[in-house]
C-alpha cells in the first residue's frame, strides 16, 4: 500500500501548540479505523490515537501493511492539557474512552461526535453531533466525504471498506442499512481492494482459534427465558486469542441461534461477545452492565475483576432481567368471547352487539366458528327492513384466525395490513379468545415504553398502561361519565380516586358488571358526601368500615370506601381495618384477578395499575392468593376461589391449591360462624355452574364443613342435572315469581341428610323461619305430595294445586326434579303452567253485595269457588256468581240485588 501522508506540521510540533485529537473506543476495531481515516481527511490538521489497545487483527494489520506510516500517536505521549477538541468516532461512551475519558467533562474542550451506536446512560454531549443508525460508523463518514467532494486513495478506501464489512457481517447482519450497500459501492468506484478485504475478512483460522471454537462447541447450552431460547457458552484459553468474535460469529452461523453470548477468559480477562437477531434481546443493553457497549444486534465487553463463573452468573441475571418476553396471541387476546348462532336473527345479532358493547361478534355452527358479524352491516340490515333474517346470510365468510401461540408480529401484518381490525383466536376448533384493534394499538404501546425508556420507565409501563379506549369501547356512556364526573370530585378535593376489583376484573374478561367499587385515598365518607351533595343523590353511610353506598338512577349504586388494610388478630377472624394507600387497599384482596385498578382523575384518567401481576393471570385464567397466609386468615376465600375457577372457567394455581388442602387438612373452615360459611355457600349456589361448584367442593374436601353425611356420587350428580333442567324449564315460562336458585339447590345438598341433622345445619347457618320450615316440609310433606301423586288415582285439579300451593315455590321445584315419574312431573307441570295462575273474580266485598253475612262461610265459598274454577267448572265473573246462587242459596237474602 502506498503510505498515506497527511502534510502540515508534524504530531510533535503540534504537540508544543492546541491540540485537536482523533479517537475511538477502547480495543478498537476495523469500523473504527476506517472512521478515524475518514476523520482525519475532514479534520487534516488532527492527531490521530487510540485511547488503549486495538484488537489483534488491527494491530497486524498495521504492522504487516504500510499503514504503519498513517503516524498514530501513543496516548500515553498526549498532554490532555493542550487538547482544544476531541473528535470521537463509532464512540459517544465516555467509559470506554480510556485515557481520554476526563476530557470529556472538561471546559474548554470542544467535542464532535460521529457514530452508529444507540443511545447510552453515560453518553458525552458535543457541539457537533451526527449520530444515525446505520450498519457501520465508516458509512456516516463517507457519506460526508461524498457530500463534500474530498478524495480518498484506494488505500485508504479498502480500509474503509473493512470497516463496513466488518461491522455488517459482509453486508449480512440484520442491522445493514441501504446506505451501508451504497458506501461500499462508493468505496469500490474509488479503488478499495476486494482481494485485501476478502483476506482480512475470510481468513483460515489458526490452531489456538481452532481450540477456542471448539471450546465455544463443547460448553454451549440453551438457557430459556420467558420463552427465548438463548445460548449461553464459554472458553478458555492461556494466551490471548484474536478475532474472537469472529468466532462467535461463525458458532452462532453454525448453530443457527438467535441469541448467543460467548465469554472467554484470555490472559486474565474475561471477554463477552454478544449476538442477537431478535428484537426481543438487545444485546448492548445486557453487556453495558459489564462496560461494554455495541448495538442491540452485536455488542462487547472486556471485565478485569471477576472470575469467569462470577461473570456467567451475573450474565445471565441481566438477561433475565432484560429480556422481553415474546408475545404472542394468548397474551393480550381478550376472553370468553361473546359468539351468535349462524341461525340467530340480524336483530338478536344487533340485541348482542349493544347489549355487550362491541362492534364484531363471531358466528357459531356447534360450536365452530363460521363467520363474522359487524355492527356496520347490522345497521345497514336494520335500515333496510331485515331485522328477522338469519344471521348466515349477511355474515362475512372469508376472515382470518389465529392460533394462541401466533406471535405479534403476525398478528400486526393480519389487523394492519390485511385491514382485520377482529382476529378470532382459535385452538382446536374452539374459539378462546380474540383479538381487536384496540387490544393491538395497547400492546404496542407498551412495546413503544419498553423499547425508549429506561429501567425505570419500562418497569412503571408494564405496570401502568392506559386502558381509557377500552372503557370508552365497553361501558355504557351514562357509566363513563360517572367515572369522570368521580374523578372530577375527587380532584377537587385532594383525593386520588380508583375503580377496583370486579367491575375492571370483568372489562377484561368481557363480562358485563356493572356494580362499581370506588377507592378514595382519603376520607371516603366525606367524598362520598360531596359527590351525592354535587350530584343530587342519596347516600347511605356506615362509618365503622368507612364505607358509603351513592344511590343513583335506575336502581343502580356506586359502593365508596376509604384505601384501606385489613389485618386479621387470629385465623377465620374479622378483620380490623385501617386507611392506607391503594396499593396496600388492594394487597388486602383475595385473589390477584381482583387487585386490579384504573385511575379516574382528569390528568390521569384511565390509567390502569397492576401491582400483582394480575394482568398476567387473568391472560393465563389463573387463580393466584397474593400471601401464603390467604387461606388462614380467612378460610372462606376458598369458596370464592372455587366460585372465581367455575364462573370464569379458570384454574387454580398449583400453590393456591396447595394453601387449599392444607387449610382444609389443619381444620381452618371449622373457624368459620356458620353465618360467614352460609354467606359463601349461598353465593356459590346462586352462581350458573352449580353442579360444577359442587364438584370441586368435593374434589377439595370442604363439603363434610356443610354435614359430613353429603356425599357426592351419581345420585347426587343426577338430581343437580334434574334441578338444572327444571330451573331453565322455569325460566322459560316468563312468570312473574322468581324463585331462588341458591335454596333449591341446597335442598339437594341437604336431600339425604336426616331430618334432624337438617335442624341443627340450619341452626348452624342462622337460617331465618322461612327457610327452616321450608326445609323442614321437603323433608316432610314433600315426601307426602310425591307419595300422594304416585298413587293410581288421578287427584283433581284442585287437590294439586292445594297441595303444591302450601309450600314454597323452590320446594316445588326441587320436587319436581327429584321424582322420576313422568306423570308426577305432569302434576308439577300443569300447576306451574295453568293451575298456580287461576285468580277469582269474585271477592269479599262481592259477597257483602250478595247480602252474605261476614263469616267463616267465607272462606267456605271462596275456596269452594277456586276448586271449581281449577277443575275447569266455571270461569268468569258471571259463571262464579251463578255458582254462588246455586251452591250458597241459603245464605243469601231473597231481597239482595246480584252483585254488579
Known amino acids: 500500500m502506498t503510505p498515506i501522508t497527511r502534510g502540515g ?121 451526527v449520530v444515525l443508525p ?112 469472529v468466532l462467535v460469529h461463525k458458532l452462532k452461523n453454525m448453530e443457527n441461534v438467535n441469541v448467543l453470548f460467548a465469554l472467554a477468559n484470555m490472559d486474565d480477562r474475561i471477554y463477552i461477545v454478544g449476538r442477537s437477531r431478535i428484537q426481543e434481546m438487545n444485546a448492548a443493553e445486557v453487556l453495558a452492565a459489564f462496560g461494554g457497549g455495541g448495538h442491540a444486534t452485536a455488542a462487547s465487553a472486556t471485565v478485569h475483576d471477576m472470575t469467569l463463573t462470577q461473570v456467567e452468573q451475573k450474565l445471565i441475571s441481566l438477561i433475565q432481567q432484560y429480556i422481553r418476553p415474546v408475545k404472542v396471541a394468548r397474551d393480550f387476546m381478550v376472553s370468553p368471547v ?34 363474522l358479524i359487524s355492527r356496520q352491516i347490522l345497521d345497514k340490515a336494520r335500515h333496510h327492513g331485515l331485522k328477522g333474517v338469519p344471521v348466515r346470510e349477511y355474515m362475512s365468510s372469508e376472515f382470518i384466525t389465529v392460533r394462541g401461540s401466533t406471535p405479534l408480529n403476525e398478528i400486526k401484518k393480519h389487523i394492519i395490513h390485511g385491514n382485520q381490525r377482529f382476529l378470532p383466536v382459535v385452538d382446536a376448533g374452539k374459539i378462546k379468545g380474540a383479538i381487536t384493534r384496540t387490544d393491538l394499538l395497547r400492546v404496542l404501546h407498551v412495546d413503544l415504553h419498553d423499547e425508549t425508556g429506561d429501567p425505570e420507565t419500562r418497569q412503571a409501563a408494564a405496570r401502568k398502561t392506559s386502558v381509557k379506549s377500552m372503557l370508552v369501547e365497553r361501558l355504557p356512556r351514562h357509566l363513563l361519565q360517572l367515572l369522570r364526573d368521580v374523578g372530577s370530585c375527587a380532584d377537587s378535593m385532594g383525593y386520588h380516586a380508583y375503580a377496583v376489583g370486579g367491575f375492571v376484573r370483568d372489562i377484561f374478561l368481557r363480562v358485563e358488571n356493572l356494580d362499581i367499587d370506588i377507592v378514595i385515598e382519603g376520607d371516603g365518607i ?85 401491582f400483582f401481576g394480575a394482568r398476567r393471570d387473568i391472560k393465563e385464567r389463573s387463580i393466584r392468593v397474593l400471601h401464603n397466609l390467604s387461606f388462614v386468615e380467612d378460610p372462606s376465600r376458598i369458596f370464592r376461589a372455587i366460585r372465581f375457577e367455575q364462573r370464569f372457567d379458570f384454574h387454580l394455581s398449583k400453590l393456591s391449591r396447595s394453601l387449599i388442602e392444607n387449610a382444609v387438612k389443619m381444620d381452618f373452615l371449622k373457624s368459620l360462624s356458620g353465618k360467614r360459611l352460609f354467606t359463601e355457600l349461598m353465593l356459590l349456589l346462586s352462581e350458573d355452574k352449580a353442579l360444577a361448584m359442587v364438584r370441586r367442593m368435593h374434589e377439595l374436601g370442604v363439603m363434610k364443613y356443610i354435614h359430613p353425611d353429603i356425599q357426592y356420587d351419581t345420585p347426587m350428580r343426577q338430581l343437580f342435572k334434574n334441578i338444572n333442567d327444571v330451573l331453565s324449564w322455569y ?140 277443575d275447569g267448572k266455571i270461569a268468569g265473573r258471571d259463571e262464579e256468581l251463578r255458582y254462588i246462587k246455586k251452591k250458597f242459596a241459603h245464605v243469601i237474602p231473597r231481597q239482595a240485588h246480584p252483585a254488579g
Open 134 to 245: 446505520y450498519g457501520a460508523t465508516t458509512t456516516i463518514m463517507c457519506s460526508i466525504l461524498r457530500e463534500r467532494h474530498i478524495d480518498i486513495t484506494p488505500d485508504e478506501a479498502t480500509v474503509m471498506m473493512l470497516g463496513i464489512y466488518e461491522d455488517t457481517g459482509s453486508l449480512t447482519f440484520s442491522s445493514t442499512t441501504q446506505e451501508d450497500f451504497k458506501a461500499a459501492a462508493y468505496l469500490l468506484s474509488q479503488g478499495a481492494n476486494l482481494n485485501i478485504v476478502a483476506d482480512m475478512v475470510i481468513k483460515d483460522l489458526t490452531a489456538e482459534q481452532v481450540s477456542v471454537l471448539n471450546d465455544l462447541i463443547e460448553n454451549a447450552t440453551v438457557h430459556t427465558f420467558h420463552g427465548v431460547d438463548v445460548m449461553i457458552t464459554r472458553a478458555q484459553s492461556s494466551g490471548y486469542v484474536g478475532d474472537f468474535a
Open 526 to 610: 366525606r367524598f362520598a358526601r360531596a359527590f351525592a351533595a354535587e350530584h343530587g343523590r342519596r347516600v347511605r353511610v356506615f362509618k365503622k368500615f368507612g364505607t358509603a353506598v351513592i344511590e343513583l338512577k335506575n336502581n343502580e349504586k356506586l359502593d365508596v370506601a376509604s384505601a384501606r388494610l385489613e389485618y386479621y388478630e387470629k385465623p377465620a377472624a374479622l378483620p380490623k381495618v385501617e386507611w392506607s394507600s391503594i396499593k396496600l387497599d388492594l394487597y388486602r384482596r383475595d385473589f390477584t384477578m381482583n387487585t386490579l385498578a384504573i385511575r379516574l382523575n382528569p390528568r390521569v384518567f384511565g390509567e390502569f395499575i397492576d
Open 731 to 870: 325460566d322459560l315460562l316468563y312468570l312473574d315469581n322468581t324463585c331462588e336458585k341458591w335454596f333449591v339447590f341446597l335442598l339437594a345438598l341437604l336431600d339425604r341428610v336426616k331430618p334432624v341433622d337438617c335442624e341443627a345445619v340450619c341452626s348452624y347457618f342462622d337460617l331465618s323461619k322461612k327457610y327452616r320450615d321450608a326445609i323442614v316440609t321437603a323433608k316432610t310433606t314433600g315426601n307426602d305430595i310425591l307419595c300422594r301423586f304416585a298413587q293410581k288415582r288421578q287427584p283433581s285439579h284442585a287437590e294439586i294445586y292445594g297441595m303444591l300451593n302450601a309450600v314454597l315455590l323452590e320446594v316445588s321445584l326441587y320436587l319436581m326434579a327429584r321424582t322420576t315419574r313422568p306423570s308426577t312431573k305432569k302434576y308439577f307441570s300443569l300447576y306451574f303452567t295453568q293451575l298456580r295462575g287461576v285468580k277469582l273474580h269474585i271477592t269479599g266485598d262481592d259477597l257483602i253485595k250478595l247480602g252474605i253475612p261476614p263469616g267463616r262461610i267465607y272462606t267456605k265459598i271462596l275456596d269452594g269457588l277456586l276448586d271449581a274454577a281449577l
Open 9 to 129: 506540521r508534524t504530531a510533535t510540533e503540534k504537540r508544543r501548540s492546541a491540540m485537536e485529537i482523533i479517537t475511538t473506543h477502547i480495543n478498537a476495531d476495523f469500523d473504527s479505523l476506517g472512521s478515524m481515516i475518514a476523520a482525519k481527511k475532514l479534520y487534516p490538521g488532527a492527531v490521530l490515537a487510540f485511547p488503549g489497545g486495538q484488537e489483534k487483527t488491527i494491530r497486524n494489520f498495521l504492522l504487516n501493511s504500510a499503514m504503519y506510516m498513517l503516524d498514530i500517536e501513543k496516548a500515553s505521549k498526549i498532554s490532555l492539557e493542550k487538547v482544544t477538541r476531541l473528535i470521537l468516532v463509532d464512540i459517544r461512551q465516555a467509559s470506554r474512552l480510556g485515557k481520554f475519558t476526563p476530557l470529556c467533562s472538561r471546559p474548554g474542550v470542544d467535542i464532535h461526535i460521529y457514530d452508529h451506536h444507540p443511545p447510552a446512560p453515560d453518553d458525552v454531549k458535543g457541539s457537533c453531533e
Open 338 to 371: 361473546k359468539t351468535i348462532d349462524l341461525d340467530e336473527t340480524l336483530d338478536a345479532a344487533t340485541s348482542l352487539l349493544t347489549r355487550y358493547n362491541i362492534n364484531v361478534a363471531p358466528v357459531t355452527d356447534k360450536g365452530r366458528i363460521v363467520g
